[in-house]
């Protein structure tokens, strides 16, 4: 049997140590936490590189680490039984997987794979389980921190309980723009159609329909640029 290549990769030392920096203050989980807090997860951190297409976690393994992106793209996905794959969401650098690392059976329910090559960070679960029980100050914000993923959480819902595929794609563009980094939508056709629920011949017409109006921009393959943000913003808010 092959080997995954995403368990083939050697593991390093986080190069943030070389010179006492942190990239810990651009992501969400870590960014509130005091500098002691930060600079003791950094110390145990791994570093770790992954090819395009590995897969890092698959659905029912142990949540042992907190996943953070540091440069790349990953999705996580159900798979049926005839390997057809339903993309829940796509992350890129300075996102982090850890729900779930809570729960009583705290198991991944989903897969997580690598759209691009993936340079990772894994922050041991008992690590940072280790400073919540100690610190109120980091209970505190992870708290916080659980309640704004909330809220978005909620605006994805909002998304696919919307009917009319035109508004449903436009919100979607709108919530996917927000969360990105860089000025382009890093999304393919198949990407968006699964994200949204909709059939890629349908998000084909409305992202043509959209370019023809000037809201967007397709840029090559996989990539789309928000133009006209309160066009899409009246289109959402259409009855």
């Known amino acids: 049997m092959a080997k995954d290549p995403a368990r083939c990769e050697e593991t390093m030392?986080?190069?943030?140590?070389?010179?006492?920096?942190?990239?810990?203050?651009?992501?969400?989980?870590?960014?509130?936490?005091p500098e002691s807090a930060r600079?003791?997860?950094m110390a145990h951190a791994l570093r770790s590189a992954h090819p395009a297409g590995s897969l890092l976690v698959r659905e029912g393994d142990p949540i042992e680490s907190i996943l953070v992106v540091r440069h790349g793209r990953i999705k996580t996905f159900h798979a049926d039984a005839d390997g057809e794959e339903y993309l829940l969401d796509i992350l890129h650098d300075g996102q982090a997987i850890w729900h779930g690392m809570f729960l009583k059976e705290n198991v991944y329910r989903y897969s997580v794979g690598c759209l691009t090559h993936v340079d990772l960070c894994r922050i041991r679960r008992t690590d940072f389980m280790r400073l919540v029980g100690d610190s109120r100050e980091v209970a505190t914000s992870l708290v916080q921190t659980l309640g704004t993923e909330l809220v978005e959480a909620e605006e994805k819902i909002k998304v696919l309980s919307t009917r009319d595929p035109r508004r449903r794609l436009a919100k979607f563009l709108l919530w996917r723009d927000e969360r990105c980094i860089g000025p382009e939508?890093?999304?393919?056709?198949?990407?968006i159609a699964n994200s949204v629920g909709l059939r890629p011949e349908t998000v084909s017409r409305a992202l043509g329909s959209f370019e023809r109006e000037g809201m967007?921009?397709?840029?090559?393959?996989?990539?789309?640029?928000?133009?006209?943000?309160?066009a899409l913003r009246r289109l959402c808010d259409d009855a």
């Open 185 to 191: 939508i890093h999304l393919t056709l198949g990407d």
């Open 13 to 33: 030392d986080c190069p943030f140590r070389v010179d006492g920096s942190s990239c810990m203050g651009s992501i969400r989980l870590f960014a509130g936490l």
């Open 216 to 230: 967007v921009q397709r840029i090559g393959r996989g990539k789309i640029r928000v133009l006209d943000h309160g």
């Open 39 to 41: 600079n003791d997860l």
